[in-house]
């Protein structure tokens, strides 16, 4: 792989419970688009105050983002999760996915 | 792997170029360490407020912790390092790496 990504979300805290519930539930078809469009090894971690960790591997980040947007599923699941954040101003939350910079890594 | 583990550690600010710079040239006796403890595809990613996010595989992370606190190694990687964070407490850093829960996950 190309690239690991790691990236940061805040989840609106009285909303927690209900972005757990829907990540249980991921839709099969938002599943299809992800791995069609390059993201692997991806897991969502959460931590109790609702900050949201992201990682994946792919390669090419850019890439991989630009084939989900061209999704009508991903359309569909931003707009159902973006009520469920904090500070988008009118953003999706997929726009928020800002790689932070990795410092270290061991195969 | 049998686990997908994320963390997260707060440098202080004032220290994030040294933070950085050491993990540019981390011991090689440390990596080996690491390896030879079942530490596997492990990252760290940084914000640029000094916020570490940590992932990592394993079979089992507390074995794997346990293995590495009972190496020399260890301890001196650490003890160099404690001061670069903040809130530590007299703890030290790799005590700190509680797993954050893993609430979605697509290979």
Chains 1, 2 share one sequence.
Do not use: K
Not at 13 to 36: C, F, G, Q, S
Not at 39 to 54: D, E, H, P, Q
Not at 65 to 72: D, F, K, L, S
């Amino acid at each position: 792989m190309a690239q690991r990504i790691c990236f940061q979300l805040q989840v609106d805290p009285d909303h927690i419970e209900e972005y757990v519930r829907r990540h249980e539930a991921v839709w099969p078809e938002m599943r299809e688009a992800l791995t069609a469009a390059g993201w692997r090894n991806y897991s969502l971690f959460m931590t109790t105050s609702g900050a949201v960790v992201g990682y994946l591997e792919c390669e090419d980040f850019e890439e991989a983002r630009r084939a989900m947007e061209q999704t009508e599923v991903n359309a569909r699941w931003q707009a159902e999760m973006a009520p469920l954040f904090e500070g988008l101003a009118g953003a999706r939350p997929d726009e928020q996915m800002a790689p932070l910079p990795e410092i270290f890594h061991l195969d």
